[in-house]
């Protein structure tokens, strides 16, 4: 590494840099042989370490090869302990110095190459071999139920999941059926990775993540130190280099990875060429940069166009959608205004039967409260009624109390006219009936009473006292019958008494049997209006229902009309977002269309350039028989006339036009090809 000349490192480190430059600055002659004069150097002095670094490789390869056999020998010479101290970072150092030599060839002779590279290419095919070389320094083995495994492609694999864009490739490596060990699978890999261009960004996560190398690689291995990273940063010139390479028909498994050392042990005379090649080898440089930012340029385009008409379809899709979202609206406007009109109209009718309602409710609660009021009046005087009945009957009571005492003292008598019984028997057969018939009427009351009590529940207590009083009056007729049986001349008092009480009793029933019936009708009546009134009351319900049903359905109407407004309002938005993004990809096309006119005419000049340093052939009078536009002889009144651009003969009619070039101070002859190539470019420019 000592023997190295800084210049060449920097000029090996830096040849994106020198990239850049060609494409700011414009060609020029004095350009191209500063770029001449940077090579001569490079050149100069790359072939002077060499040699040293063939020796250093040979001498790392046969000590690690030499390491294990002749320990004896190591600790007996002093001079060779010290120098295999520490191999592996003599290791490190040589596959280093190594791995720069090779990328540096691998660049210099593509660029000299001026093509794309193919899998036979022997500096490519050594850049492979000195990366295996590389990958595999410090690789753990792994002891598997085969035997020991030792394979680059396990850390390999990793890099599919720290970058999920080589998951293509490591797919593809995968499928392919010719490969068939772990070997075999990293070539192709890196064979692939190469030709996409990205191996410097996928060794770059790999060796960021040296937790994980860990697992595949010893502590002192070239990937977990820092010649890792240098050898990523030099992978990054390879970005220049295009090429093509067949992994499928080669067989990558049994191929023999062996540096090539022949190929960088060259003469440093003969490496040497003359300015002419450097000069093309710089026009090349530029050439195949300028294809490459036309390519890029040509595919940004093609994906520009192919966006702009995806945006014009969704455009007009969209617009199409706005119209009939329009239409809908309107059509929802309408039917919200007839809907608005409806719901007035439905609410003045239904503050209207309201009103009328809660008149009709007010009159017939009225009529209701005077209905009661003459009810309670009526009760009131039935209660009256009733309690005059029963200081009647207490008084009734009484008289009983004094007949039986009367009962008591006409024993005596009766003992006395026993002898008269027999002679009063039919007397007596003529008061039985009549008490039958009083009977007959006492239950006929008692019914009555009973239908009384169903209808007024208040009631059923005082009819059950009055049926109490009447079977005590049925006992007291028969005590009376007794007596009538032990005497005449009582019955005939008695038959008195009860013809009157009859008489009374009679009127008091038919005066309770009228109030029953005026009962019973006012109840009819109040049961129909009280029936009426609760289906007035069930009609107005089920109105109220529809009514809230309608005003439901309504407010549900106008909050889906609220959802299509805001729904205007988002396609409204998403319309002015596609307004946005057509108006900026229009200014990025225009943009687009600037940089591709700029870069057709930078091509146009490098062609100009390329033609001024190849020199335009200016043809002699005697090679020219005929015009090369008309295609005429020449004579003696046609004469030839040479063209100041091309160098071409023409004939006076078609060389007639005069414009001013570089290379000559005043206005010259010019053809009317040229002529109109120029006037093109100047408009182009201007």
């Not at 000590?63 to 002749?70: F, N, Q, Y």
């Not at 001079?79 to 030599?101: F, G, H, I, Q, Y």
């Not at 006929?444 to 007024?456: G, L, P, T």
Request: hydrophobic share 35%; proline share 2%; charged share 30%.
């Amino acid at each position: 590494m000592a023997d190295e000349d800084p210049n060449a490192k920097v000029e090996c480190e830096d040849v994106p840099a020198k990239e850049e430059e060609t494409e700011a600055t414009e060609p020029g002659q004095n350009d191209v042989a500063d770029e001449v004069q940077k090579d001569k150097r490079a050149d100069s002095s790359w072939s002077a370490p060499i040699l040293s670094f063939a020796r250093k490789a040979t001498e790392t390869l046969s000590s690690a090869g030499l390491k294990g056999s002749d320990t004896s020998q190591h600790t007996s010479d002093p001079l060779k302990t010290a120098a295999v101290k520490d191999p592996m970072v003599v290791e490190r150092s040589n596959l280093l110095s190594m791995m720069k030599l090779s990328i540096k060839v691998l660049i210099q002779s593509s660029l000299s190459l001026g093509r794309t590279l193919d899998s036979e290419y022997p500096p490519l095919q050594q850049f492979f071999v000195v990366l295996e070389h590389c990958l595999k320094h410090g690789l753990k083995v792994r002891k598997t139920f085969i035997g020991q495994n030792k394979s680059i492609w396990a850390p390999l694999e990793l890099i599919e999941k720290l970058c999920p864009e080589s998951a293509d490739i490591s797919t593809s490596v995968r499928d392919m059926p010719g490969i068939k060990t772990g070997l075999g699978r990293a070539r192709a890999w890196l064979h692939l990775a190469l030709m996409q261009k990205k191996i410097a960004d996928y060794m770059k996560e790999l060796i960021n993540r040296r937790e994980l190398l860990g697992e595949f690689y010893e502590p002192g291995a070239l990937i977990m130190e820092e010649e890792g990273a240098v050898i990523v940063g030099m992978l990054v010139g390879l970005n220049l280099i295009d090429a093509n390479l067949c992994v499928k028909g080669e067989d990558l498994d049994s191929q023999v990875g062996v540096i090539d050392f022949s190929m960088y042990l060259k003469d440093p005379q003969a490496t040497e060429t003359t300015q002419d090649d450097s000069k093309m080898t710089a026009i090349l440089d530029q050439k195949h940069y300028i294809e490459e930012l036309n390519r890029h340029l040509s595919c940004t385009v093609t994906d520009l166009q192919a966006k702009m008409d995806s945006l014009e379809k969704t455009n007009s899709k969209l617009i199409e959608e706005l119209t009939a979202a329009t239409d809908r609206i309107n059509a929802l406007r309408e039917e919200q205004e007839q809907l608005k009109q409806e719901n007035a109209h439905i609410l003045q009718t239904s503050q209207r039967k309201e009103e009328v309602t809660l008149q009709d409710s007010q009159l017939e609660l009225e009529t209701y409260r005077q209905t009661r009021q003459g009810l309670d009046e009526m009760y009131s005087v039935v209660w009256k009624q009733y309690k005059e009945e029963k200081r009647i009957r207490q008084e009734l009571q009484k008289e009983l109390e004094l007949q039986i005492g009367l009962k008591q003292e006409m024993e005596v008598a009766m003992k006395l006219l026993e002898k008269d019984t027999h002679e009063k028997q039919d007397t007596l057969v003529a008061l039985r009936q009549q008490l039958d018939q009083v009977k007959n009427l006492n239950l006929q009351m008692f019914n009555k009473a009973q239908e009384s009590d169903r209808v007024a529940q208040k009631k059923e207590e005082d009819m059950e006292r009055l049926e109490k009083k009447m079977i005590q009056m049925e006992a007291a007729m028969k005590e009376l019958e007794q007596r009538l049986q032990n005497s005449e001349n009582v019955r005939k008092n008695t038959d008195e008494s009860q013809n009157e009480l009859r008489s009374e009793m009679k009127g008091k029933v038919n005066a309770l049997q009228k109030r029953l019936t005026d009962l019973d009708t006012l109840r009819a009546g109040l049961e129909s209006e009280l029936s009426t009134e609760k289906e007035q009351r069930q009609n107005m319900q089920r109105e109220l229902h529809r009514e809230q049903d309608n005003s439901a359905e309504l407010r549900t109407q106008l909050q889906q009309l609220q959802g299509l407004q805001m729904e205007l309002l988002d396609l409204r938005q998403e319309k002015k977002q596609l307004q946005q993004l057509c108006e900026e990809q229009e200014q990025a096309l225009q943009e687009m269309g600037l940089h591709l006119s700029q870069s057709k005419l930078k091509m146009e000049d490098f062609k100009e350039v390329n033609k001024a340093l190849k020199g335009h052939a200016w043809l002699k009078d005697d090679e020219a028989t005929r015009c090369k536009q008309c295609q005429k002889e020449f004579s003696i009144s046609r004469r030839k006339h040479h063209c100041r651009n091309c160098g071409d003969i023409y004939c006076n009619s078609c060389s007639s036009n005069e414009l001013a070039l570089p290379s000559y101070p005043r206005p010259v002859r010019v053809c009317d090809i040229c002529h109109s190539l120029l006037l093109q470019r100047s408009s182009i420019r201007s």
